[in-house]
């Protein structure tokens, strides 16, 4: 079989799966996604050992952006989000602050502003919890509403065209970055075609999307110097999901402590607060800090290391001890951080990404609740390292949709068990190869 018509065949299985996958799979369909998925995942993987050619490159690239443009019209299949922020968009356009209430709150008045309906309230996932959207986000929302302000599809829709958008900018800065740290122009592949990426971000309208726009762009702005542009950007990010704040320690130094330090500090929280400035009341600290802490508390989800904490523990004591793991696990990821930024030696710009990829996989890893949408920034991270475990991480997650199967709500904690156990094994011995090889390869003054 010649090459062109091996990629043509990868291709046409590529356009089929993903449109099964965006179209008809649904969230309690746990064995057919799980097939296609699979089937979707090994054609990505055979592609990004296949195309190392600049036209097949292109091709690629070219049909990674063709399968977000097919999910631009699905309606979110795997998840809920969606009518939180068609929620949020509504209450802004009638003038009230979404975090001052939650849904709840407007069902028991029994008065529901206009445009919002108890139809739309049943598909809520959590309505008696206060909203956690940063502010851009609540623009895409308010704006996706004000445009279509009675089609509830048309919303999303439009959502999901600024999602697309940002996927384009990642994609374009992506390029540019891997160009700046001369890195083989292929790892753009592993972002492009990721099923993970392209079905959760398009297709099921995650954040994510954003905020690694945002936090490309500010990694752009920093290896060209223009950290002022990039204090900017990086705001951006934060404001898009507060997540990229445990990234600022590894600034700290780079920016040169005190005087640049200070004058780009203060001009990313001048941004941040021009942008949080509508938000702002008493009720949203007290609303916003509390669902903070229910999401420490509360919530469990495909949380590996986390799971098995809970279970030793539970059989030294007999009790879920969630309410004290949770937030030591969250002050041990922020201790970490803090003295991966003291420790580090090699400040140069190149290597950001690598302390952004393990900062941000510590915080998955002592996560009580994973999503698998909450690996689009470590896969996008990864592109520019040569760590691949997120690559791997992408295929074996899709397993902890078996929480879904048949419409129950239970965890299958045997194939979270498969998950962790498969990841775990290939990240230590991935880890115990890269040390040596990523210094060789970028820092020639560590050998």
């Given at each position: ?153 048309a919303s999303i829709v439009a959502m999901k065209v600024g999602i697309f958008l940002a996927e384009i900018g990642s994609l374009w800065l992506l390029r540019g970055l891997l160009q700046r ?256 090889h990523y210094y060789k390869e970028i820092d020639p003054e560590k050998e």
């Open positions: 079989m010649g090459k062109a018509l091996l990629h043509l065949l990868l291709s046409g299985i590529m356009m089929v799966t993903m449109y099964q996958l965006g179209y008809h799979c649904q969230q309690a369909d746990f064995w057919p996604l799980l097939g296609t998925y699979a089937v979707f995942f090994g054609v990505y993987a055979l592609v990004l050992k296949l195309a190392v050619e600049k036209a097949s490159i292109q091709w690629y690239l070219l049909l990674g952006i063709g399968l977000r443009l097919m999910l631009l019209f699905s309606m979110p299949n795997l998840s809920d989000d969606v009518y939180r922020y068609l929620w949020d968009g509504k209450l802004w356009l009638n003038g009230i602050n979404p975090f001052v209430h939650p849904p709840s709150y407007y069902v028991q008045q029994g008065d529901l502003p206009t445009g919002l309906s108890m139809e739309l309230y049943a598909e809520l996932n959590s309505p008696d919890y206060h909203t956690i959207y940063p502010p851009i986000a609540q623009g895409l929302f308010t704006l996706s509403c004000a445009l279509f302000p009675k089609d509830l599809y740290y001369q890195l083989p122009a292929q790892h753009i592949l592993i972002y492009a075609l990721n099923p993970l990426i392209i079905l959760e971000l398009v297709g099921n309208v995650h954040l994510e999307a954003l905020m690694i726009f945002f936090l490309l762009l500010a990694l752009y702005l920093l290896q060209k110097q223009q950290n002022g542009w990039a204090s900017v950007a990086l705001a951006g990010s934060i404001a898009s999901k507060l997540l990229p704040l445990m990234f600022l320690p590894f600034l700290i130094r780079r920016w040169g402590w005190p005087q640049r330090s200070v004058r780009y500090f203060a001009l990313l929280g001048g941004v941040l607060l021009l942008l949080f400035v509508p938000m702002i009341s008493w009720e949203f600290i007290q609303g916003f800090a509390s669902s903070l802490d229910l999401y420490f508390q509360k919530f469990e989800f495909n949380a590996g290391v986390y799971y098995l904490l809970r279970w030793v523990f539970y059989v030294l004591t007999g009790y879920n001890l969630i309410l004290v793991l949770g937030p030591l696990l969250g002050s041990l990821v922020v201790y970490s951080i803090v003295k991966m930024a003291q420790r580090e030696h090699d400040l140069r710009w190149e290597k950001l990404p690598l302390l952004m990829l393990l900062a941000f996989s510590l915080y998955l890893f002592s996560a009580t609740i994973i999503h698998p949408w909450y690996l689009a920034v470590p896969i996008a991270l990864c592109v520019l390292t040569p760590l691949r475990f997120p690559v791997l991480w992408s295929g074996l997650v899709v397993l902890s949709y078996s929480h879904y199967d048949g419409g129950g709500f239970a965890e299958n904690y045997w194939l979270i068990g498969v998950e962790y156990g498969v990841l775990g094994l290939f990240l230590a011995r991935e880890w115990r190869h890269f040390p040596r």
